[in-house]
């Protein structure tokens, strides 16, 4: 099992990445993890420098929130981080980002349909969008919850976007891979109306790419 101090690490790791790779700016967005076996949750602190901080500058808190460790409060998203790991066990890791591409589509409330092999490999679908929510109490996680279906990302109209993993590093090749194909699909659709792919092709590639892509441990 690893310690607290390692998934701190991992959070940490996965907060640098979103800045790193250009999906946020200033303050905005950040990443968590879960340990399960303990009931903690580890996320950015709020409203501070990513490139500043630090594994030991994490926001430590249990499943209500309520903060165990770190000098620093914890980022105001952290509800909705809080409501999606108590209701889907299967995720480990959260990203949340305001990235440029994938947060034009949020802005028209539209999906990304599985226009790219690349979407049908890494989401199997169309990358989902749910209405514009509050953030009042736990509507923003209730509404993610009720339209993110199994794909590993969804946009928040007028918002953003969260994705998903089994780990912190899971979840930012998800939000990485989302704002990669989100600039596609935005440049391809300034230049014609692009074709989803069928639905047989969809499930061929993304089965494909989680049965035989990359390397075996």
Same mark, same amino acid.
């Given at each position: ?9 991992? $959070?940490?790791? %996965?907060?640098? @990445?979103? !800045?790193?790779? /250009? ?18 949750? &580890?996320?950015?602190?709020? @409203?501070?420098? !990513?490139?500043?901080?630090?594994? #030991?500058?994490?926001? $430590? ?6 903060? $165990? ?15 999606? !790991? ?5 995720? @480990? /890791? ?14 028209? @409330?539209?999906?990304?349909? #599985?226009?790219?092999t690349a979407i049908a490999d890494e989401f199997g679908n169309q990358i989902p969008c749910m209405p514009y929510t509050d953030n009042e109490g736990d509507h923003i996680g209730e509404t993610m919850l009720k339209y993110m279906g199994n794909a590993p990302a969804i946009l928040l109209a007028h918002h953003g976007a969260f994705a ?6 899971? %979840?930012?090749?998800?939000? $990485?891979?989302?704002?990669? &194909? ?16 069928? #639905? ?18």
């Amino acid at each position: 099992m690893a310690t607290l101090e390692q998934l701190c690490k991992e $959070v940490w790791e %996965a907060n640098l @990445g979103i !800045y790193r790779g /250009g999906l946020v700016t200033m303050h905005s967005g950040n990443a968590s993890g879960i340990d399960r076996q303990r009931g903690l949750v &580890v996320i950015k602190p709020s @409203g501070m420098d !990513y490139e500043k901080l630090r594994p #030991a500058d994490m926001a $430590v808190t249990d499943l209500e929130g309520r903060k $165990v460790k770190g000098r620093w409060k914890p980022s105001v998203d952290l509800p909705h981080h809080l409501y999606i !790991y108590k209701h889907r066990a299967d995720i @480990g /890791g959260i990203v949340h980002t305001h990235s440029n591409y994938a947060t034009s589509f949020a802005l028209l @409330g539209r999906p990304i349909p #599985a226009y790219l092999t690349a979407i049908a490999d890494e989401f199997g679908n169309q990358i989902p969008c749910m209405p514009y929510t509050d953030n009042e109490g736990d509507h923003i996680g209730e509404t993610m919850l009720k339209y993110m279906g199994n794909a590993p990302a969804i946009l928040l109209a007028h918002h953003g976007a969260f994705a998903f993993g089994a780990t912190p590093k899971a %979840a930012l090749k998800a939000a $990485v891979m989302l704002e990669d &194909v989100a600039k596609t699909c935005h440049l391809a659709l300034l230049l014609g109306k692009p074709r989803p792919l069928p #639905a047989r092709e969809v499930r061929r590639w993304y089965d494909r790419y989680h049965t035989t892509y990359g390397q075996k441990q």
